[in-house]
C-alpha cells in the first residue's frame, strides 16, 4: 500500500471540499466506526464520524499532504519521507505505556483501538516554517487512552517516542537529532479533547510519512509537537526533554504554542504560506493558537507567552 501513496492517484488527490463533505455526511449516517480487533494498521475509515472540532477550511488534497512533510528519521527534505518512509514495518506494532499510570504496559495496537470510537477531524496544521495545511484526519481523543491506563495523581506531564529503526529509517545514522525523537505535553493538554491519536488521512490509513501507525496531533500547537510513529508514552512529574528544545532551546520553546507575536529567531510568524496555493500565492495571516484561541487560551491564562514559548 505503501507505493500507492507514492505513484498512483485516487479521488482524494484533489477532491474539492463539496464532494468530500457530501461523502462523509453519507458515510456519517452508519454511525462512528467502533474497533474492536483490526489486521495490522491498515484498518477502514470510511465509516468514522465527523466532528464539531473540524474546521471548515478546505482540505489539502491526499497527495499534497503526504508528499510535504517533515520526518528527519528518513531525510531532511520535504519528499524524503515519501521516498523512505515504505521500508517502515508498521505491522505489527506496540506502544510501550509507563511511568506514573496504573496500567502499565506494552500495548498492541489491537489493545489500543479495542472499542475506540475513531472521529474525522479536520485540524489546520502550521508548521514552524511557517507554512500550513488543512488535514482530514481519523482518529480518537488521546484523553480516551490516557482514561483506560489510568494516569496517576501527581503526574503532570505525558512524554511521547517515536521508533528507532535504523535499518529502515536512514536519517537516523546522520545525527540530526539525538534520537529518539522526542516530545511531550502537560497533562491538561494532552487530555482536552482537541488532542487525538491520528490512524487515518481520508479515507486511508495514515500513510507512513505521515506517522503511521500512530500519530499525536495537537493543532494548536506547531507540528513539530504532533509526534510520529509513537511507541512509548509516559506519564510523568517532572517536564519532560523534548527533541527540539534539547537540539536549540533558543529557538524551539517546550509549549511551542502557534503565537503571531513571538516570532522565530530567524522568520517572521506574523505570516504563513498554505501548501497548494501556488508559487505565487499570497501569504496569509497566522492566528493565534492556530485558530484554536477560543478552545485553548484558558490553558494558559497567567502565563508569560513569550517566555514560556
Known amino acids: 500500500m ?30 462512528a466506526l467502533a474497533v474492536g480487533s483490526i489486521g495490522g494498521p491498515a484498518l477502514a475509515s470510511l465509516n468514522a464520524a465527523p466532528s464539531a472540532f473540524s474546521t471548515d477550511a478546505e482540505p489539502n488534497s491526499l497527495k499534497e499532504i503526504s508528499n510535504y512533510n517533515n520526518y528527519y528519521e528518513f531525510g531532511v527534505g520535504k519528499e524524503d519521507p515519501a521516498r523512505n518512509a515504505g521500508a517502515l514495518t508498521t505491522d505489527p506494532w506496540s506502544v510501550k505505556i509507563d511511568g506514573m ?30 507554512w500550513s495545511m488543512v488535514v482530514p484526519w481519523v482518529g480518537f481523543e488521546l484523553a480516551d487512552l490516557l482514561n483506560r491506563v489510568g494516569v496517576q495523581p501527581g503526574a503532570k506531564y505525558i512524554a511521547f517516542e ?7 529509517m536512514p536519517g537516523i545514522s546522520r545525527g540530526y537529532l539525538d534520537w529518539p525523537y522526542r516530545e511531550g505535553l502537560r497533562l491538561d493538554e494532552a487530555m482536552h479533547p ?55 532551546a533558543r529557538e524551539y ?57
Open 162 to 168: 517515536t521508533a528507532v529503526r535504523p535499518d529502515e
Open 2 to 31: 505503501a507505493g500507492r501513496y507514492r505513484n498512483e492517484l485516487n479521488w482524494s488527490d484533489a477532491t474539492p471540499r463539496a464532494a468530500f463533505m457530501n461523502r462523509r455526511q453519507l458515510m456519517a449516517g452508519a454511525g
Open 101 to 130: 499510570v496504573d496500567r502499565p504496559g506494552d500495548y498492541s495496537m489491537d489493545d489500543i483501538l479495542k472499542g475506540v470510537s475513531l472521529e474525522e477531524r479536520i485540524y489546520r496544521l502550521r508548521c514552524v516554517e511557517a
Open 253 to 309: 520553546g517546550f509549549y511551542s504554542n502557534v503565537n503571531p507575536e513571538v516570532d522565530h529567531p530567524r522568520w517572521t510568524q506574523a505570516s504563513e504560506r498554505l501548501i497548494g496555493g501556488g508559487l505565487f500565492a499570497k501569504r496569509q495571516p497566522t492566528q493565534m493558537f492556530n485558530g484554536y484561541e477560543e478552545h485553548v487560551a484558558s490553558l494558559y491564562t497567567g502565563m508569560d507567552l513569550k517566555k514560556s514559548f
Open 194 to 248: 482537541l488532542t487525538i491519536i491520528a490512524t487515518g488521512l481520508y479515507d486511508e490509513p495514515i500513510p507512513n510519512q505521515n506517522g503511521a501507525p500512530l500519530r499525536l496531533v495537537v493543532p494548536w500547537k506547531y507540528g513539530f509537537k504532533s509526534i510520529k510513529s509513537i511507541v512509548r508514552i509516559s506519564a510523568m512529574e517532572k517536564e519532560p526533554p523534548t527533541s527540539w528544545n534539547m537540539a536549540n
